[in-house]
């Protein structure tokens, strides 16, 4: 099925759009051999256990087209229930055309399958996730012998028509003439695939550190992101614990800093400790309070 398709938006974890260009997918589409199944871009490869192989760009149609390894059944039966909405890539961009969100290098890593109620990036109307054909499945797996006409016991005329039978037998015919073709195409690709993969394993040696250190900062990123997120959230609780939640609520629409909202945290509490304000139990800020800040930002070194 096909995967992704040159000129769709993509979107990190944050949001944050890009658009994978055709000099990306013509180029890196065989980085998702070997790729994760997953579904709804959950980490849940560990019960999928479904890989992607045979990577392929068709220039005609600019779609990137994978054949799948190791579905269980449950899954292929999930991309032909009413849930199922299509298919998305998922990939590591490296490279990004200047001052702009353009992908032009990059390394896949898998694909998500994409149930209701969520939809992918690129839908089946732009030939991304397209299901095969249930018949042509069936055909593969279970192929039929070479029909045989026999006649209804006791005699009669034929189960089938000639005509019937003429028709059906130059259809296989004609099947079989294209399988041919299919199986033909297939090494002439598998051939260029082979000789891609040479090239591209012939590349400056700096080329994979280069990928790998772009990993590992968007891994690095990702972390300070949680860790900046969990940190302000830390400190909101700490101000909400020492200030109304309706002050609270007005002090943060101001969007303030962690550092602020942590100074002014520790304001309070040096007030409540001091018995500075209308008492002791008061939650809003002290009539002192722009002294006080300024106070304790030169003990904190931001003057």
Not at 46 to 55: F, M, R
Not at 104 to 116: A, E, H, K, L, Q
Not at 243 to 269: C, D, H, R
Request: with cysteine; hydrophobic share 35%.
């Amino acid at each position: 099925m096909a995967i992704a398709k040159a000129g769709q938006k993509a979107y990190s974890l944050w949001g944050e759009e890009a658009t994978l260009t055709k000099d990306f997918l013509s180029k890196d589409f065989p980085t998702w051999e070997g790729g994760e199944v997953s579904i709804n871009h959950e980490n849940n490869h560990d019960w999928v256990k479904a890989t992607l192989y045979n990577p392929t760009y068709d220039k005609e149609t600019d779609l990137v087209i994978c054949s799948f390894s190791g579905l269980p059944d449950w899954v292929q039966s999930l991309i032909y229930s009413e849930d199922y909405q299509g298919l998305s890539q998922e990939c590591i961009p490296v490279k990004f055309a200047k001052n702009s969100s353009d992908v032009i290098r990059g390394f896949g890593t898998g694909v998500t399958i994409v149930t209701s109620p969520y939809t992918p990036a690129a839908n089946q109307e732009t030939g991304v996730g397209i299901r095969p054909d249930l018949a042509s499945i069936l055909q593969s797996k279970y192929p039929t012998e070479d029909f045989v006409m026999s006649e209804k016991t006791g005699g009669g005329s034929s189960a089938i028509s000639t005509e019937a039978y003429e028709s059906i037998a130059l259809e296989k015919v004609e099947l079989r003439s294209q399988i041919q073709t299919l199986e033909s195409e297939k090494k002439t690709l598998e051939t260029e695939l082979a000789s891609w993969k040479t090239k591209y394993s012939e590349l400056e040696s700096g080329e994979a550190q280069r990928i790998e250190i772009a990993i590992s900062e968007d891994r690095a990123k990702r972390d300070a992101e949680f860790k900046a997120k969990a940190e302000l959230d830390s400190a909101k609780a700490e101000l909400k614990t020492v200030m109304s939640e309706e002050a609270a609520g007005k002090y943060l629409a101001t969007n303030p800093t962690i550092e602020q909202i942590k100074s002014i945290a520790a304001i309070m509490k040096v007030s409540a400790s001091k018995g500075v304000g209308s008492s002791a139990e008061s939650t809003e800020p002290p009539e002192n309070y722009g002294s006080m800040k300024q106070e304790w930002d030169a003990r904190l070194g931001r003057v």
